[in-house]
């Protein structure tokens, strides 16, 4: 089992973790493309 940080932590990491994951993270369903890449791509 994991052990989670406490509230006020996760939510400080929260903003680093969606940019790392809009950013950096290709996806299947976005043709292998991070969510912002697939947006700049389809606007």
Same mark, same amino acid.
């Given at each position: 089992? +994991?052990? !989670? &940080?406490? #509230?006020? #932590?996760?939510? +400080? !990491?929260?903003?680093?973790? =969606?940019?790392?994951?809009?950013?950096?993270? &290709?996806?299947?369903? !976005? /043709? =292998?493309?991070? &969510?912002?890449? =697939?947006?700049?791509? /389809? +606007?």
């Amino acid at each position: 089992m +994991a052990v !989670l &940080p406490d #509230t006020d #932590t996760i939510l +400080a !990491l929260l903003p680093d973790w =969606f940019e790392d994951y809009c950013e950096s993270h &290709p996806h299947s369903g !976005l /043709n =292998f493309k991070s &969510p912002r890449e =697939f947006i700049r791509l /389809n +606007a």
